[in-house]
């Protein structure tokens, strides 16, 4: 069993935790025109990175999302931050 | 390479064993070849032999970073079924199946596919309906498929539960009666001796560390073995496709996850088939050796560390000694994780990567060992020819621009 911390809830057991998505993929001005790819990138494509990954989970009981920074082969977490905090 | 027979078996049983040579020869990597694929495991030489048989390819190197089949295809619970929903996937799915019953024969290489059935359990009338309907389908796609009800259940498979306190009781199951289980190990050897013996050199502990990439163009590959050119590349590297499509610089919408598996101490026979509860996420089946071999869903975590984890573990053995309560008392012998690529739609990616001269073979998720035969084909195919195989060409990169997505993850019934 693997402790994930909240920022707001302190230290919990990592099935108390839901991976949303990877950091960064910000969603394209649907105002402008958006092209195929663009919009594909958006929806599917992932960065999948091995090693240091910066990722958006959701602490399910609080339903916060919040920054989960750690490390996709060790598992080891090396920080967690609220959204609207910046990174260190 | 010397022919295997029960003839042969029993001359060397004569001479204890000594006549028989090595599967395959270990060669050093040439500085070029026609088509180099990256990734030892079931599908990479899978995809050499193919090459050599169909397409009279010869001159192919396979690359693996460690052992032959030491990745997912030395990891998987060895099912091999087609019982799928849409017409694509089952198209492809089945001529795996069909590619499986006449692998021992074709690689002169026993792969013990053992068509023992595989049952999809449904645990209420509306799911029944659900079976009913998954049932139409796969008879629609040519897909041989039945109903069974309860009854029919209990004699397929006596071991289940069928207490009516179960929590979520057996109403009855789709049946298909050519799925089964392989070898693992045996697959990937077969295809490495037969690929070996046709002229393709299967190099093992050769780690491309890079992509060469000329004008646009992949010629070849970077590997701790030195520079290797290539006419054409593949890719069969499961998990680390991701690792891979960094190099090459081209994107893929794959996350990798650790899928685990269990098997039991040997046990006197008791399971018949495959069997999959869905609202349990579990599935089981029993090996030629007789240790039980259970697998589930995904893990939740994306993960590339190739070990198991205690809630899945819980979650799956829990269901297993609901499915099975006889059998909870029997200890577990090994558990283990491979690192699966997992697609939006949990279908396969087959075709080319976006760079000139590299075809990918990836995003089989939790599915890619009843896939080896055919993701190898049709790898094969559109290395040999530059372009798609009708049953490859619904499950090329292209479909997440166009929308014409193969979305699977429901109608199997488990996150795959």
């Given at each position: 069993?693997q402790?994930?911390?909240?920022?707001?809830?302190g230290d919990r057991?990592?099935?108390?935790?839901?991976?949303a998505?990877e950091?960064g993929?910000?969603r394209p001005?649907?105002?402008?025109?958006?092209?195929a790819?663009?919009w594909?990138?958006?929806?599917f494509?992932?960065?999948n990175e091995?090693?240091?990954?910066h990722?958006?989970w959701?602490h399910?009981?609080c339903?916060?999302?919040?920054?989960?920074?750690?490390?996709?082969?060790?598992?080891?977490?090396t920080g967690s931050?609220?959204?609207?905090e910046?990174?260190? | 390479?010397?022919?295997?027979?029960?003839?042969?078996?029993f001359?060397?049983g004569?001479r204890a064993?000594?006549g028989?040579?090595?599967?395959?020869r270990?060669?050093k990597?040439?500085?070029?070849?026609?088509?180099?694929?990256?990734?030892g495991?079931?599908?990479g030489?899978?995809?050499?032999y193919?090459l050599?048989?169909?397409?009279?390819?010869?001159?192919?190197a396979?690359?693996?970073?460690?052992w032959?089949?030491?990745g997912n295809?030395?990891?998987?619970t060895?099912?091999i079924?087609?019982?799928?929903?849409y017409?694509?996937?089952a198209a492809l799915?089945d001529?795996?199946v069909?590619?499986?019953?006449?692998?021992s024969?074709?690689?002169?290489?026993?792969v013990m596919?053992?068509?023992r059935?595989m049952?999809?359990?449904?645990h209420?009338e509306?799911e029944?309906?659900m079976?009913?309907?998954?049932?139409?389908?796969?008879?629609?796609?040519g897909v041989d498929?039945?109903m069974l009800d309860?009854?029919?259940?209990?004699?397929f498979?006596?071991a289940l539960?069928?207490?009516?306190?179960?929590r979520?009781?057996?109403?009855?199951a789709?049946?298909?009666?050519?799925?089964?289980?392989g070898?693992q190990?045996a697959?990937?050897?077969?295809?490495?001796?037969?690929?070996?013996a046709?002229?393709g050199?299967i190099?093992q502990n050769?780690?491309v560390?890079d992509l060469?990439i000329e004008?646009?163009?992949?010629?070849g590959?970077?590997t701790?073995a030195?520079?290797i050119?290539?006419?054409?590349v593949g890719a069969a590297v499961?998990?680390?496709?991701s690792?891979?499509?960094?190099?090459?610089?081209?994107?893929?919408p794959i996350?990798s996850?650790?899928l685990q598996a269990?098997?039991?101490e040997?046990i006197k026979p008791?399971l018949n088939?495959v069997?999959?509860c869905?609202?349990f996420g579990t599935y089981?089946?029993q090996?030629d050796?007789g240790?039980?071999v259970?697998?589930?869903?995904?893990?939740r975590?994306?993960s590339?560390?190739?070990r198991?984890?205690?809630p899945?573990q819980e979650?799956?053995?829990?269901?297993?000694?609901?499915?099975?309560?006889?059998?909870?008392?029997?200890?577990l012998?090994?558990?283990?994780g491979g690192i699966?690529?997992?697609t939006?739609?949990?279908?396969p990616?087959?075709g080319p990567?976006?760079v000139?001269?590299?075809y990918?073979n990836c995003g089989w998720?939790?599915?890619?060992f009843?896939a080896?035969?055919?993701g190898?084909?049709?790898?094969?195919?559109?290395?040999?020819?530059?372009s798609?195989?009708?049953?490859s060409?619904?499950?090329g990169l292209d479909?997440?621009?166009?929308?014409?997505l193969?979305d699977e993850a429901?109608?199997?019934g488990i996150?795959?």
């Amino acid at each position: 069993m693997q402790i994930f911390p909240c920022p707001f809830c302190g230290d919990r057991n990592e099935t108390e935790f839901h991976f949303a998505g990877e950091l960064g993929n910000v969603r394209p001005d649907t105002t402008g025109d958006i092209s195929a790819a663009e919009w594909s990138t958006y929806l599917f494509t992932q960065r999948n990175e091995k090693g240091a990954v910066h990722e958006v989970w959701m602490h399910t009981p609080c339903a916060e999302l919040f920054v989960l920074e750690r490390d996709s082969v060790s598992m080891e977490v090396t920080g967690s931050r609220a959204l609207r905090e910046t990174a260190k | 390479m010397s022919h295997y027979s029960a003839w042969s078996v029993f001359l060397e049983g004569l001479r204890a064993g000594k006549g028989w040579g090595k599967a395959w020869r270990s060669p050093k990597p040439k500085s070029a070849y026609d088509v180099v694929i990256i990734g030892g495991g079931g599908h990479g030489l899978a995809t050499a032999y193919y090459l050599t048989k169909n397409h009279g390819v010869k001159n192919v190197a396979v690359l693996e970073k460690g052992w032959l089949g030491g990745g997912n295809t030395g990891r998987n619970t060895t099912a091999i079924r087609s019982n799928y929903f849409y017409p694509e996937s089952a198209a492809l799915y089945d001529k795996s199946v069909q590619l499986y019953e006449g692998l021992s024969r074709d690689l002169n290489y026993n792969v013990m596919f053992s068509q023992r059935g595989m049952i999809v359990c449904a645990h209420s009338e509306p799911e029944m309906e659900m079976a009913a309907r998954q049932c139409n389908a796969m008879q629609l796609n040519g897909v041989d498929a039945e109903m069974l009800d309860a009854d029919q259940v209990r004699r397929f498979e006596p071991a289940l539960n069928f207490s009516p306190s179960m929590r979520y009781p057996i109403h009855g199951a789709v049946l298909q009666k050519r799925a089964g289980t392989g070898r693992q190990d045996a697959v990937a050897w077969g295809f490495a001796r037969a690929a070996d013996a046709a002229g393709g050199d299967i190099i093992q502990n050769c780690e491309v560390t890079d992509l060469i990439i000329e004008g646009g163009r992949c010629t070849g590959v970077n590997t701790s073995a030195g520079e290797i050119k290539a006419g054409v590349v593949g890719a069969a590297v499961a998990g680390h496709s991701s690792v891979l499509a960094q190099m090459g610089g081209y994107e893929l919408p794959i996350t990798s996850y650790v899928l685990q598996a269990f098997v039991s101490e040997p046990i006197k026979p008791v399971l018949n088939g495959v069997t999959l509860c869905p609202p349990f996420g579990t599935y089981a089946s029993q090996s030629d050796k007789g240790g039980l071999v259970i697998g589930g869903g995904l893990d939740r975590v994306p993960s590339y560390g190739q070990r198991g984890n205690m809630p899945m573990q819980e979650a799956v053995l829990s269901a297993f000694c609901e499915m099975f309560p006889s059998l909870a008392k029997v200890k577990l012998l090994r558990h283990w994780g491979g690192i699966v690529d997992v697609t939006p739609d949990s279908s396969p990616i087959i075709g080319p990567s976006g760079v000139e001269g590299l075809y990918l073979n990836c995003g089989w998720g939790t599915g890619g060992f009843k896939a080896i035969p055919v993701g190898g084909y049709l790898l094969a195919y559109l290395l040999a020819t530059g372009s798609h195989h009708s049953l490859s060409r619904p499950f090329g990169l292209d479909r997440f621009e166009t929308g014409r997505l193969i979305d699977e993850a429901a109608s199997s019934g488990i996150a795959h």
